[in-house]
C-alpha cells in the first residue's frame, strides 16, 4: 500500500475519533480559551523587555531598546544578590522539600490499614489547600518576639525571647520547614500513584527470598519507581530559578532581605513599586529562560543515564 493511498484512512481514522470523543472535545473549549487569553495573550507584552516603555505611549509606540536592559543585569549588584538567594534557597528546596514528597509515600506506603492510610494521606494533603497569606500569617503570630508561642515556651525554660523573623538564618529555615509542611502531602500524591502501579508479585518474590520491609523498600518500590523520580526532579529542576514568591513575599522584610531576597520579589519591587516596567520585564524574562534550558538539559541528561525523561 502506497503512502497516498494510507494518508486518506489515517485522516478518516483521526476524523471517527474526534467524532466519537465529540463531547469530550467541548468540554475541553473552556479549559482552552481560558489559556490562550491568559498563558498565551500576556505573551505579546514580552517585548516590553526590549522597549523603553512608557504607559503613556503604550508597547508599539514606546521606543525600542534592544539589550540595553539586559546588559544592565551585569552590573546590577542588587540583580546578583537576589539571582544567588534565587539559587541557594532553591538548591535548600530541591534537596528537603522535594524529597519530603517521596519520603512521606514510602511511609503512607508501609501503612497497612487502607482507611488509615487514605486518613493520613488526607491530612497530610489539607495544608496544600491553605493560602500562604494564612500561613504567614500564623507564622508570624506563634514567631512573634512578645506574644508568639513559641517564644513564650523558650522563656519559660529561661530562654531569650528571639526574632525568629528578623534573622536571616531563622528566617531562611522557617522558610523550608513551612514549606516542607505545605507541599509535602501534595508532592507525595504522583508517587503513591507510582507506588501502587507496582505488582504485588514482585513484593511477594522479594518476601519468599527473605527480603525484609527495608530491603523491600530499596530493592523493589525505589527501582520501580525510578522514572516517577527522575520525571519529577526534571519539573523541580526547571524551575531552580523560581524560589517560591508567594510564600517569601509574605515572610521576608527589610530585617532578611539580604538573604531571602529572590529574582520574583526583585521583580515586583522593580516593576510594581518603582514602575520600572521594562527592566522588571527583562530580568523576569531572563529567568525564564534559563528555566527553560534547565528544564532541556536535566531532561536531555535523565535520557542519557538511561532514564525516561519528561519528553
Not at 133 to 147: H, Y
Not at 219 to 246: E, N, Q, R, W, Y
Amino acid at each position: 500500500m502506497t503512502r497516498s493511498e494510507t494518508a486518506p484512512r489515517i485522516r478518516k481514522g483521526l476524523s471517527r475519533r474526534i467524532w466519537k470523543y465529540r463531547w469530550l472535545y467541548v468540554f475541553l473549549i473552556p479549559a482552552l480559551i481560558w489559556y490562550i487569553i491568559f498563558a498565551y495573550g500576556p505573551l505579546y507584552g514580552l517585548q516590553i523587555a526590549f522597549r523603553d516603555f512608557k504607559v503613556l505611549k503604550g508597547i508599539t509606540g514606546s521606543e525600542w531598546a534592544g539589550l540595553e536592559h539586559f546588559a544592565k543585569m551585569a552590573t546590577d549588584r542588587m540583580f546578583w544578590r537576589a539571582a544567588g538567594n534565587t539559587v541557594y534557597i532553591s538548591l535548600i528546596k530541591l534537596v528537603f522539600v522535594s524529597t519530603s514528597g517521596l519520603v512521606l509515600a514510602l511511609l503512607l506506603n508501609e501503612i497497612a490499614g487502607k482507611k488509615y492510610r487514605a486518613f493520613s494521606a488526607s491530612i497530610t494533603m489539607l495544608p496544600h489547600f491553605f493560602s500562604w497569606v494564612v500561613i504567614a500569617s500564623i507564622i508570624r503570630e506563634m514567631a512573634s518576639p512578645s506574644t508568639g508561642v513559641i517564644n513564650y515556651v523558650i522563656t519559660a525554660l529561661g530562654g531569650e525571647s528571639i526574632y525568629f523573623l528578623g534573622d536571616s538564618n531563622w528566617a531562611l529555615f522557617i522558610i523550608i520547614i513551612s514549606d516542607i509542611w505545605e507541599s509535602a502531602g501534595w508532592n507525595s500524591i504522583i508517587f503513591t500513584a507510582a507506588i501502587a502501579a507496582i505488582s504485588p508479585e514482585l513484593y511477594e518474590a522479594a518476601e519468599i527470598d527473605g527480603a525484609g520491609r527495608w530491603q523491600q523498600m530499596i530493592h523493589v518500590t525505589l527501582p520501580c519507581i525510578a522514572g516517577t523520580i527522575v520525571v519529577v526532579m526534571v519539573l523541580k529542576v526547571g524551575s531552580m530559578m523560581s524560589a517560591g514568591f508567594d510564600q517569601i513575599f509574605n515572610l521576608y522584610n527589610s530585617a532578611t532581605m539580604d538573604k531571602l531576597d529572590i529574582i520574583d520579589t526583585y521583580v515586583y519591587r522593580l516593576g510594581i513599586e518603582s514602575s520600572k516596567y521594562s527592566y522588571s520585564s527583562a530580568v523576569g524574562l531572563l529567568k525564564n529562560v534559563i528555566n527553560l534550558m534547565l528544564v532541556l538539559l536535566t531532561n536531555w541528561f535523565a535520557k542519557r543515564i538511561g532514564q525516561s525523561g519528561l519528553f
